[in-house]
């Protein structure tokens, strides 16, 4: 029965998950390795890896940054409205991407709210924004029960002695919420090179310029007709996946020790 | 714990609600007023909705993410029970490969099935633009979430409820029906309304392998995005908006009986 | 911390070291050298979704002239409607290159484009191609005619009209042919209702995902470009075309935006379409060449069909477009409207 129980489970896992992803790793590499890196690095390629990896490190500080301030405003006061806020907080997990991207059409395109005084889309503002909406919950939601469980009680005793509130975060709450913070990152991270949805709507799209991976892979395959080329530029991006699995499996440990 | 009361330092005040004003500036900047501008566009298009591809898109989108949610919560419970409670070589890989979903691009997601399951499928499996093809590529993106829902509460799981129930002589089938899975009930709904909530809005995975036909197996989201290729962007709103609302109900209910 | 400004550090070490290529896939390699070298301006063409193959030898060749010398491009490919509704809400462009003149006209309206863009020999239009059938290998369903494409059963591809400029192509073709010219509008249309109401099922947006639909296997015939449908068998898919007896005569603008910041080497560029040299690169990518001579030495590359309906024979592309395709009230756009949405 146990035996019958874990086949099963494998088998859905192997059939779902690994055969097809072996699937592509051997298309990519049928050719040798050679063809794979020419394809991938080509100026397209690369400029489109340099963006994708751009957005990510604007990405990560502004959501650490402001994650760690939605985080302690929720964990630490208590106000009218916070209901709300936290419900805030959870909403972009149940928003379409696709929805995200009309969204901000709507508000910062030339006929949005804003007139299109601020120009965000179609360059680069734009799909830092797209892609800071997708991954906001991470950090904050990674953060917020840590700070819950810790207390107040070392930051009291840390003001007691005179510490400022700015030594009291520094020395004594960012240490204990690191790898919670460390987590939110590595989710981020994942889940901004993954962006496809938002950017198809607010990307400008041009190759070598306002290409992100995700939408290499995508033109690449439609507009080019050059499947191996998509191929290898989602192994770059299953590449990547894999570090931040290890990254993820490596903090999960952290985390429960 | 302090023994002495000891006096304390000015927490709130105006410092602590910079924060909470800062917060407030950001969520609202980043997410609800865009969001807003997309519920005020729809005001005027509410008709968009009645045109029969739209209905059926959401239609289809609904009633698929349905059915891959109750996949999933069998699935998703297997897959759970045989990592809480199966031990063989290899447990903690093919624990991290169930993350894969989180972590790999949507889009890479849709490429990889279409190899399998496309027209230059090895084996000669073609699902291109069937219903079939999307429920498979929503399996996929869905994966994690039951089971990373049911995991924890399984290893919490009162073994000793289980072990009397066995020496009053009750089968495997029934200690599971009747002791375990009552108390995952919270936690399986949690998972698939996550489940349901990732697969209504789901595009990269299902863009290539789908087809997108109109009325046949073209999904809501996909929806969306054409009528803003077509300028349609009041048609879009209303449709964004009552995929939304689809959403916020379900996860609403949900939330209330997984408490 | 640390774990976090380690990550945060490597990832922004990654994207700075990464920085390297801002150019595009073609006219890379030697030529990012040569622009390295102070050479030249970087030309930014948005263009419709099927012209790449054609760039793709027109801007190698160009980089050969003196005055191409060194110029790089960044290139983007997308709906011919899309595309142009992009530049007018602010996406950045040196040189545009639509499927029809609609898509240029915005850019006029916009203030984007000189009025004076198509006053030259050759209207503003470099190249172009015709209305074509393309079926799979054999033609097993032996579709030639557009009254073949109303047999029952049959499944006809072709892009959605409010997103695509092949799709006007397509669907003005047999209109031409059934309303003569335009002289009996009812008959043209009903055909249309007929081949939209009853034989199109997908929508796909632009006439290079019509293509790569029609060959993951949708449908039954697809209606595209003469060059597209060589492109395709060019790389060995399992198609082939016929040019109906009775087609159109497309023909591709291209213009340089007002506020580019590198007039002159787009002028150059464009100026460049029109030579012997660059004609010859078009046709060599499968579009039928302006130039009556480059024309006449590949004639056997393009056939002539027995009648070949033009815009102009229609009234021009302001009163189709108004006519037909205006979305909610063109006849056209109300057709398809009704039976796909």
Redesign the interface.
């Known amino acids: 029965m146990r035996l019958a129980l874990r086949t099963a489970a494998l088998g859905y896992l192997g059939v779902l998950v690994l055969v097809p992803l072996a699937m592509i790793l051997f298309r990519t590499f049928e050719d040798g390795f050679v063809a794979f890196v020419e394809s991938v690095t080509t100026p397209a390629a690369i400029s489109a890896i340099s963006l994708s990896l751009t957005i990510v490190a604007i990405v990560v500080p502004l959501n650490v940054v402001f994650g760690l301030v939605t985080a302690l405003a929720l964990a630490r006061r208590e106000f009218p409205g916070k209901g709300i806020l936290q419900a805030v907080v959870d909403l972009p997990f149940a928003v379409s991407p696709v929805i995200v991207g009309v969204a901000l059409i709507l508000f910062w395109g030339n006929d949005g709210w804003l007139g299109g005084a601020v120009p965000v889309i179609f360059s680069l503002p734009g799909m830092v924004l797209a892609t800071v909406f997708v991954t906001l919950p991470f950090v904050v939601r990674e953060v917020e029960p840590v700070l819950r469980e810790i207390g107040t009680d070392q930051e009291e005793a840390a003001a007691t002695l005179g510490a400022s509130r700015w030594q009291t975060f520094w020395r004594i709450t960012l240490p204990a919420i690191r790898v919670g913070v460390a987590y939110g990152v590595v989710l981020t991270v994942a889940r901004s090179l993954g962006e496809f949805g938002a950017l198809t709507v607010v990307a400008g799209g041009v190759a070598g310029e306002s290409q992100t991976l995700t939408l290499l892979v995508h033109a690449r395959y439609i507009d080019d007709h050059n499947t191996f080329g998509a191929y290898a530029a989602s192994t770059v991006l299953m590449g990547l996946a894999l570090v931040t699995l290890v990254l993820m499996t490596l903090l999960e440990r952290r985390r429960k020790a | 714990?302090?023994v002495v009361a000891?006096?304390?330092?000015a927490?709130?005040g105006s410092?602590?609600?910079v924060?909470?004003g800062?917060?407030?500036l950001?969520?609202s900047v980043?997410?609800?007023?865009?969001?807003a501008?997309?519920l005020v566009?729809s005001i005027g298009s509410w008709d968009a909705i009645t045109?029969?591809?739209?209905r059926y898109a959401l239609l289809l989108t609904v009633g698929i993410s349905a059915v891959v949610a109750l996949i999933n919560v069998v699935?998703g419970t297997?897959?759970a029970?045989?990592?809480v409670r199966?031990e063989?070589p290899g447990k903690?890989l093919?624990n991290?490969?169930?993350?894969?979903?989180?972590?790999?691009?949507?889009?890479?997601a849709s490429?990889?099935?279409l190899?399998?399951?496309?027209?230059?499928s090895?084996i000669g499996l073609?699902l291109?633009?069937t219903k079939p093809a999307l429920v498979?590529a929503l399996?996929?993106v869905t994966?994690p979430f039951v089971i990373r829902s049911v995991q924890p509460v399984l290893m919490e799981v009162d073994r000793e409820a289980e072990e009397a129930a066995a020496s009053l002589g009750a089968g495997?089938w029934t200690i599971f029906r009747r002791v375990i899975l009552p108390a995952l009930y919270p936690a399986l709904l949690g998972g698939a309304g996550?489940a349901f909530?990732?697969a209504?809005?789901?595009?990269?995975s299902v863009?290539?392998i789908g087809?997108?036909?109109?009325r046949?197996t073209e999904v809501?989201?996909?929806y969306?995005?054409?009528q803003?290729?077509?300028?349609?962007?009041g048609s879009?709103?209303a449709v964004?908006v009552a995929?939304?609302a689809i959403?916020?109900l379900v996860?609403f209910v949900l939330r209330r009986f997984s408490k | 911390m640390r774990s976090t400004t380690a990550l945060a550090a490597a990832v922004l070490a990654l994207a700075v070291a990464a920085c390297g290529g801002a150019s595009d896939e073609v006219g890379g390699g030697s030529e990012n050298a040569a622009a390295a070298s102070g050479g030249g301006s970087k030309l930014s063409l948005v263009a419709y979704a099927v012209p790449k193959v054609g760039f793709d030898r027109a801007i190698p060749a160009f980089n050969a002239t003196p005055e191409g010398q060194g110029v790089t491009f960044s290139q983007s490919y997308g709906a011919s409607g899309d595309q142009s509704r992009k530049v007018e809400a602010g996406l950045e462009a040196d040189v545009v290159n639509f499927s029809v003149e609609p898509d240029i006209t915005r850019l006029v309206k916009a203030g984007l484009v000189d009025e004076s863009w198509n006053q030259n020999e050759h209207k503003g239009v470099p190249f172009g191609s015709v209305v074509t059938i393309v079926t799979r290998k054999g033609n097993p369903e032996n579709i030639k005619t557009w009254d073949d494409l109303l047999k029952p059963g049959i499944e006809v591809v072709t892009p959605n009209p409010f997103s695509s400029g092949s799709a006007k192509w397509n669907l003005l073709a047999p209109y031409a042919d059934k309303s003569n010219g335009g002289q009996n509008p009812e008959a043209g249309l009903s055909y249309l209702e007929k081949l939209i109401g009853e034989h199109i099922k997908v929508q796909p947006k632009s006439g290079r995902e019509a293509t790569e639909t029609f060959l993951q296997g949708t449908g039954d015939v697809l209606l595209s470009y003469e060059n597209e449908a060589l492109f395709a068998e060019r790389n060995g898919e399992d198609v082939e075309h016929t040019n109906p007896p009775v087609t159109f005569k497309i023909e591709n603008p291209v213009a340089v935006l007002k506020d580019s910041k590198n007039k002159e080497t787009a002028q150059a560029f464009v100026d460049f379409l029109y030579t012997k040299e660059g004609q010859t690169q078009w046709a060599e990518a499968g579009f039928r060449p302006v130039d009556p001579e480059v024309a006449a030495q590949f004639a056997s590359d393009f056939p002539e069909p027995e009648k070949l309906w033009t815009v102009a024979d229609l009234g021009g592309w302001d009163k189709v477009n108004e006519e037909l395709f205006e979305p909610e009230t063109g006849s056209v756009a109300k057709i398809y409207d009704e039976a796909t949405s």
């Open positions: 714990m302090a000891l006096p304390r330092r927490n709130p410092g602590g609600l924060g909470v800062v917060a407030t950001w969520l980043v997410v609800l007023l865009p969001l501008a997309v566009k045109a029969p591809a739209a699935t297997l897959i029970w045989v990592l199966d063989f903690a093919v991290a490969i169930v993350d894969i979903p989180f972590a790999l691009p949507t889009i890479v490429i990889v099935l190899s399998l399951y496309g027209p230059r090895p073609d291109y633009a498979l399996l996929f994966l495997g996550l909530a990732r209504l809005g789901e595009f990269g863009v290539l087809g997108g036909i109109p046949d809501a989201s996909q969306i995005a054409k803003i290729e077509i300028d349609r962007p879009a709103a964004s995929l939304l959403s916020f996860l």
